[in-house]
């Protein structure tokens, strides 16, 4: 057996989160799903510079046109960048679900939740929250082209249509934080995803208990339902007394998702073990659980901080001085206003 499974365009877009949402949401994180997009929001999201749309604040900014100005019809329409149904679409799963956090079909902007307060990464409490934290993603562009959508697949017939998901946003503990990995209807392993060392994750006691518990969600909430492949990675949280859990994702069986603490070598030999075993109690065999084991583990953080790349552009630099995370939110996202501002100044004197 290959390492990886074929991989066509329609395996891949089982894997987008309209298509195993609706199978799974009473296990999952509750959700809204906008889709299709408009041409024209993929056009922001691809985009030079960050910029809020008009008019996704709570509290509309001032133009700064005079009446004597043009009017901004004259404005070149591709460069007016306005979505008030998205805005009003967002702000209704806000009201309802008290704050999102985002992502699109695949990707999700966590490379980008430096830009809202540390004691609540990714929580969005209006429009320009999700604007700003896809535009400054890079984790999201995957997302934005059927090019890198379907890279490596051997088919690209099926159409895509970009979607954007808000789901309730809440406190999550990452230590409770698992990744699973199955391979021809094999459960083969569980890996830690935060890389953070949790010293209660290695107690004997406590790694049956969260071994149990996902063998037993996955054979009776996943394993029934998941019918599109016999090859797939899903990812859960488990619930504080880690006796259930909640689904986060579903990925393709493929290089492009992080096997973590294992690697996919790793992985086809323990396939290939099962497979030639004709002893049913190895059959049945637990999966392997991997976690951080110590500070020193080689994939434990050194307290540098994830996606460090994309954290600190350098203009953001030059006004976060003395200022706490709320001010240097408050004055970015003025600044970033005053840039779309002085750009469609410039592109007027231009016309």
């Known amino acids: 057996m290959d390492l990886f499974p074929?991989?066509?365009?329609?395996?891949?877009?089982?894997?987008?989160?309209?298509?195993?949402?609706?199978?799974?949401?009473?296990?999952s994180i509750k959700s809204t799903i906008i889709r299709p997009l408009s041409r024209q929001f993929l056009d922001y999201l691809n985009a030079d510079q960050v910029f809020v749309p008009k008019g996704a604040e709570d509290i509309a900014?001032?133009?700064?046109?005079?009446?004597?100005?043009?009017?901004?019809?004259?404005?070149?329409?591709?460069?007016?960048?306005?979505?008030?149904?998205?805005?009003?679409?967002?702000?209704?799963?806000?009201?309802?679900?008290?704050?999102v956090f985002p992502k699109l079909n695949f990707s999700s902007p966590k490379d980008a939740s430096w830009m809202l307060p540390a004691s609540s990464p990714l929580k969005c409490t209006c429009p320009a929250?999700?604007?700003?934290?896809?535009?400054s993603s890079d984790f999201i562009t995957h997302d934005l082209s059927k090019s890198t959508v379907f890279e490596g697949c051997d088919s690209s017939s099926d159409s895509y249509d970009l979607e954007l998901v808000l789901r309730k946003?809440?406190?999550?503990?990452?230590?409770?934080?698992?990744?699973?990995?199955?391979?021809?209807?094999?459960l083969l392993g569980i890996s830690q995803r935060d890389t953070n060392f949790y010293e209660y994750l290695n107690e004997p006691g406590t790694q049956s208990k969260i071994r149990n518990a996902v063998v037993d969600f996955w054979k009776t909430k996943i394993r029934p339902k998941w019918q599109t492949d016999a090859d797939y990675i899903f990812d859960i949280l488990l619930t504080r007394d880690l006796s259930r859990a909640h689904i986060i994702d579903f990925n393709p069986y493929a290089s492009r998702t992080d096997?973590?603490?294992?690697?996919f070598e790793e992985l086809?030999?323990?396939?290939?073990?099962?497979a030639h075993?004709?002893?049913?109690?190895?059959?049945?065999?637990?999966?392997?659980?991997?976690?951080?084991?110590?500070?020193?583990?080689?994939?434990?953080?050194?307290?540098?901080?994830?996606?460090?790349?994309?954290?600190?552009?350098?203009?953001?630099?030059?006004?976060?001085?003395?200022?706490?995370?709320?001010?240097f939110k408050t004055v970015w996202q003025e600044s970033?206003?005053?840039?779309?501002?002085?750009?469609q100044e410039e592109e007027e004197e231009s016309n």
């Open 277 to 327: 075993s004709s002893l049913p109690e190895l059959a049945e065999e637990p999966p392997s659980f991997r976690t951080i084991d110590s500070p020193s583990h080689p994939a434990a953080s050194c307290q540098v901080p994830a996606n460090q790349h994309n954290m600190i552009p350098f203009e953001a630099l030059s006004l976060s001085n003395g200022r706490d995370i709320e001010e």
């Open 61 to 99: 900014a001032e133009s700064s046109l005079s009446d004597d100005d043009e009017d901004d019809n004259d404005v070149p329409e591709q460069q007016v960048f306005e979505f008030p149904e998205l805005d009003q679409k967002i702000r209704a799963a806000v009201k309802e679900y008290g704050a």
């Open 336 to 343: 970033i206003m005053e840039s779309m501002r002085q750009q």
């Open 129 to 135: 929250d999700v604007y700003l934290l896809l535009k």
């Open 259 to 263: 096997p973590l603490l294992f690697s």
């Open 169 to 186: 946003w809440y406190s999550v503990d990452r230590s409770r934080e698992l990744r699973c990995f199955v391979r021809n209807n094999v």
């Open 268 to 274: 086809q030999r323990v396939l290939e073990e099962h």
């Open 6 to 27: 074929r991989q066509s365009s329609s395996y891949i877009l089982s894997f987008q989160f309209s298509s195993w949402y609706p199978r799974f949401q009473s296990a």
